[in-house]
């Protein structure tokens, strides 16, 4: 059978109004893939996999609630969308305006969003609107307008945009054969624990697959789950997870209440090294979503995770190639050499 995207293949477990009109890019269907090296290092005895979302049509798992959210808004006869954004949610949000002909306004905050996002979101031909301001300050004034105007909102405030992202866990649920003991990921504006959550129990109600428990990861300096109150000033290398007060917080924690699971937060530092520890393991992923490994990876150092015998999957929500500059910027390119074989075998061979 020939894939048609998430809305598709899933139709019968998804809460979308009937009048929707399906706005694809043949979405979802992602890889799981094996991560042996790092299972064994981190204790071994251990099924360790990576849910590669980095490889959806515009490289973040965004795309899974924005076909929804798309395809509801279209069915509608919506004419503009708006949505503020870290980067991913904009790039996605302009795609499938894109195709579906409508026009896409997004708010991001200056200075803040990585090369590839914003370049995504230009391509095609989205209104880009830069803040002096956070996302958060972004997403309050979206709310507001879309509130007062005729133009749909399409953060994962929308319901839509959850019901899409469900489809992560009902894939990986079919790719292990059932749910994973343990489901790590990162945590920014909260939507995405709180569809794998739905998406778990929705699957497990029909396919009685089983429940993971949820390990939420946020970045150490725009913690608002793990401090316990939002933070006025987030900062941290991952922006896409650079939130200081989630709109889904609440149900994020329930996510991890419910699942016998935790929020917790990495520093920087630990998300850069486990973002380089995943591209030596042929998976380039963005900052943000190495956060969820580095959780883990540090529960289980922590001795809060006993991995013995379980089987792990880390959502790795987008790609390496969003954010280009955070790896040209720890690193150092050498001068180009002459055009000859000596200076080549110097270079590889001397020393
Ligand atoms: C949006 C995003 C997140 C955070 O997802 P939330 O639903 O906001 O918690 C994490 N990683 C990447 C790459 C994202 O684009």
């Given at each position: 059978m020939i894939y048609k995207g998430i809305i598709h293949k899933y139709s019968e477990l998804l809460d979308l109004p009937a009048y929707s009109i399906t706005v694809s890019l043949n979405e979802g269907n992602t890889p799981l893939i094996p991560i042996p090296r790092l299972a064994n290092e981190l204790g071994g005895d251990f099924k360790l996999f990576i849910k590669?979302?980095?490889?959806?049509p515009t490289g973040s798992f965004k795309d899974r609630g924005m076909t929804a959210a798309i395809s509801e808004a279209v069915g509608r006869n919506v004419k503009s969308v708006i949505c503020a954004s870290t980067g991913n949610t904009a790039a996605s949000a302009a795609a499938y305006s894109a195709r579906a002909g409508l026009k896409a306004f997004v708010l991001m905050p200056a200075g803040k969003v990585a090369a590839g996002k914003i370049t995504g979101a230009i391509a095609h031909q989205a209104e880009v609107i830069q803040i002096d301001g956070s996302f958060d300050d972004a997403l309050e004034l979206v709310v507001k307008i879309s509130d007062k105007h005729p133009v749909s909102l399409v953060n994962s405030i929308n319901p839509y945009r959850i019901e899409g992202q469900q489809t992560g866990a009902f894939e990986i649920c079919e790719q292990v054969g059932s749910a994973p003991d343990i489901c790590c990921l990162p945590v920014g504006n909260a939507g995405n624990i709180t569809s794998y959550w739905k998406g778990f129990r929705r699957f497990n109600e029909v396919k009685h697959t089983g429940l993971p428990q949820m390990l939420g990861v946020q970045a150490a300096g725009s913690a608002p789950l793990v401090l316990g109150e939002p933070v006025k000033n987030p900062e941290t290398v991952a922006t896409a997870i650079?939130?200081?007060?989630?709109?889904?917080g609440e149900e994020a924690l329930q996510a991890a209440h419910e699942s016998n699971g935790r929020i917790i937060s990495c520093t920087d530092k630990e998300i850069l090294e486990m973002q380089s520890r995943l591209a030596q393991e042929g998976v380039w992923v963005e900052p943000a979503s190495a956060a969820g490994v580095a959780g883990l990876k540090k529960e289980i150092l922590l001795g809060n995770?006993?991995?013995?015998?379980k089987t792990i999957v880390a959502i790795c929500?987008?790609?390496g190639m969003k954010d280009p500059d955070i790896i040209v910027n720890q690193a150092e390119l050498k001068e180009p050499i002459p055009v000859g074989l000596d200076k080549l075998e110097e270079v590889i061979f001397s020393n």
């Open positions: 590669y979302e980095g490889l959806n650079r939130i200081g007060n989630p709109a889904r995770i006993d991995p013995k015998d929500t987008g790609h």
